[in-house]
């Protein structure tokens, strides 16, 4: 398995011959869709769903009724590739097993209206690989690696490491990242590694291209 890191929220998981990216959004350089084999999309924010993107792409799009819905108003070329996907929902990519886990984005503000989110549970050759999008719903089961969101106008650091000790992944990868500094970033690191790493939990973010 291979997972590597394509800016911000994205993500690119190729194992056995078969390639999926989570989430190629406004901070993602469009070429991250090139070849792959399908296309997973949590909800419908621009940092996680670009509907230019998913054009020059050639592969299935699984992802919610909420982001299908604005497919097929912005890209109605792209919609007879959509896949739509409930809550709890289990379907696979080749050999790479997903179920769909969550339903609301994360609280931003009390007096906003919550859009829905699905995260992503992928087995990936027996490695359990989750992406929660943007939100702080576990799957409720064991996970080898974690793709942890790190800064978000709706996170605190402080709820990054509560939910990364809930999921309790060995192995935790930055997401989300591009919206603070890198100075602010590095105090998000250190308070990542000071929490999680007695528990024998690794703490790591990548820069955009490098692989875990």
């Known amino acids: 398995m291979r997972i590597t890191k394509l800016g911000h929220a994205c993500v690119r998981i190729e194992h056995d011959g078969t390639t999926v990216v989570l989430d190629p959004g406004v901070f993602t350089d469009p070429g991250a869709v090139d070849g792959v084999d399908a296309v997973l999309v949590t909800h419908e924010h621009p940092d996680h769903y670009l509907a230019e993107t998913l054009r020059r792409a050639d592969a299935p799009v ?3 009724e909420g982001v299908a819905a604005h497919v097929r108003e912005d890209a109605p070329d792209v919609a007879e590739r959509l896949q739509v996907v409930a809550p709890g929902q289990d ?4 050999p790479i097993a997903v179920r769909a886990v969550g339903e609301l984005h994360a609280v931003i503000h009390p007096e906003l209206p919550r859009i829905t989110n699905s995260g992503y549970l992928l087995d990936v050759g027996g490695t359990r690989v989750f ?5 702080l719903t576990g799957p409720g089961e064991d ?3 974690l793709l942890v969101p790190v800064s ?3 996170l605190r650091a402080a709820e990054a490491i509560d939910f990364a000790r809930e999921v309790g992944a060995p192995r935790n990868l930055a997401i989300h990242d591009r919206v603070y500094s890198e100075a602010g970033l590095g ?3 250190g308070h990542l590694q000071r929490f999680l ?5 690794t703490y790591t973010r990548l820069a955009d291209g490098q692989e875990l």
């Open 131 to 135: 992406h929660p999008g943007d939100a």
């Open 62 to 64: 699984h992802t919610i």
């Open 91 to 94: 379907f696979t990519v080749g």
């Open 187 to 189: 105090i998000v690191d």
């Open 152 to 154: 978000a106008p709706w």
């Open 197 to 201: 790493e007695p528990n024998g939990q």
């Open 143 to 145: 996970v080898d690696v």
